[in-house]
């Protein structure tokens, strides 16, 4: 039997080791060169290092060098803030990192789900993606400062967290959606629904949000002014009866067809019970929105010079606009 799958948040159903010591977190050295030397070789047959070294830039040299350029510009710039990131943080990332892999895992065996379970289960999601442990690494200290200036420049106002706490506290609902495309796929719908087909399944098979599709288009559920959703759905929401379903509801280039699930009342939660817990969900949402701004600012502010032709060719080839004099 098909196992429920979880909601998938409004937000993205309208469009897929051992700590540092404390202080400023390093990159692990490269080790030196061996120039001379062979890197390996083949029955005897030496395979030469500087070669392999030019396969390795010219396959994933820019990659790299973009992740170690926002790194570098991240890392100054919350240095000249006053702002740090220890190996304790790093580690913390790691391991919500490793906590997220093990809930993915069935739920059946739960001596399975430990550390050395989440670290097997991370090994081979590298390997299968041919990134190595040392560049994950590098990921999550980029992050860890993208974060801390992300986190500096955000402000929430006392608005905001009562539209907060209207959409986590208020009346909501919760929905099923299915989006399809101005096509023939809207009456076959239609017409499967009133002959009694089951709604879940139809979106799993017709839905064209490929997010929401495999839940069965099941949503979180949201307020009357949840600004996550499109005013058009929030509104036909609110007017459905339980398990009634929808016309379908033109939003931009697709259709929507929606059926209410359950209406949640209001809670008897007091707002300033939770206000500490409506920041931190504020932040947490629009957090990956700031770091990857940051991101791209710093980037395209970024004065690069690079000295190998082959990385240097790549490399402003695919950002003609970082080609420019150094400072």
Do not use: C
């Not at 790093?90 to 895992?105: F, K, M, P």
């Amino acid at each position: 039997m098909q196992q429920p799958a979880e909601p998938v948040p409004v937000s993205d159903a309208w469009q897929e080791a051992q700590a540092d010591p404390p202080g400023e977190v390093a990159l692990p050295a490269a080790p030196p060169p061996a120039p001379g030397h062979p890197i390996a070789t083949v029955d005897g047959e030496p395979i030469d290092r500087d070669r392999l070294v030019r396969l390795l830039l010219a396959g994933r040299g820019s990659d790299l060098l973009e992740q170690l350029i926002v790194l570098e510009l991240a890392r100054g710039r919350a240095q000249a803030a006053g702002l740090t990131v220890t190996g304790g943080e790093v580690q913390a990332d790691y391991d919500e990192a490793l906590g997220s892999l093990l809930n993915q895992l069935p739920a059946a065996d739960e001596t399975a789900l430990d550390r050395d379970a989440g670290q097997r289960l991370l090994d081979r999601v590298l390997a299968g993606r041919r990134i190595s442990h040392e560049e994950y690494r590098l990921g999550l200290l980029r992050n860890a400062y993208l974060r801390k200036l992300a986190l500096a420049r955000m402000q929430v106002g006392e608005q905001e967290l009562r539209e907060e706490f209207a959409r986590a506290y208020g009346d909501r609902v919760r929905v099923r959606h299915i989006q399809l495309a101005p096509t023939a796929d809207i009456d076959r719908v239609q017409r499967a629904l009133q002959a009694g087909a089951d709604f879940a399944d139809l979106a799993r098979e017709y839905s064209a949000n490929t997010i929401t599709a495999p839940s069965g288009g099941l949503l979180q559920p949201f307020s009357r002014d949840d600004p996550d959703v499109p005013a058009l759905l929030r509104e036909a929401a609110f007017r459905l009866d339980t398990g009634e379903v929808s016309n379908p509801i033109r939003v931009d280039n697709w259709h929507h067809i929606i059926r209410l699930e359950e209406r949640l009342p209001a809670s008897d939660v007091a707002f300033d019970e939770v206000r500490g817990e409506l920041r931190e969900r504020l932040l947490a949402r629009r957090l990956p929105v700031e770091m990857e701004r940051i991101s791209a600012q710093l980037f395209e502010q970024a004065r690069v010079e690079i000295f190998d032709p082959a990385l240097k060719a790549e490399f402003f080839k695919r950002h003609p606009e970082l080609r420019r004099s150094p400072r």
